[in-house]
């Protein structure tokens, strides 16, 4: 069982930044595929970024360039660094664990919100 807390959402205003983090507790964290989805009001939940145990990321094309994702296996915490923030990326950012191994576990965070506005 994993345990995900995610953190830093806010309001901000259009080209600003914001970083989210995600602790995660309760299991062997390198084990694990962290990801980053969003939920819009009204929309279905996609994924925006992802990095594995070996620290290979990808990217949705409507954050690359913008947005890094990374992780800190000593902290058992994976971070959303986002920058130049537009008024689409508002929506509910949950953080997601899958184990990379069988039973390919899969884990979500409560969500936390962010509101791009000026």
């Known amino acids: 069982q994993v345990h995900l807390v995610e953190s830093g959402g806010g309001l901000v205003q259009p080209g600003g930044s914001l970083r989210l983090s995600c602790a995660a507790s309760g299991s062997t964290f390198s084990f694990y595929t962290m990801n980053w989805y969003r939920q819009a009001p009204g929309k279905q939940r996609d994924l925006v970024a992802s990095?594995?145990?070996?620290?290979?990321?990808n990217y949705a094309g409507s954050v690359k360039g913008r947005f890094n994702i990374s992780r800190d296996n000593a902290k058992n915490t994976v971070y959303l660094q986002m920058n130049s923030l537009k008024p689409e990326d508002t929506a509910v950012y949950y953080c997601n664990a899958k184990l990379e191994r069988l039973p390919r576990n899969n884990y979500w965070g409560q969500g936390t919100q962010v509101t791009v506005s000026s």
């Open positions: 990095i594995t145990s070996g620290l290979s990321t």
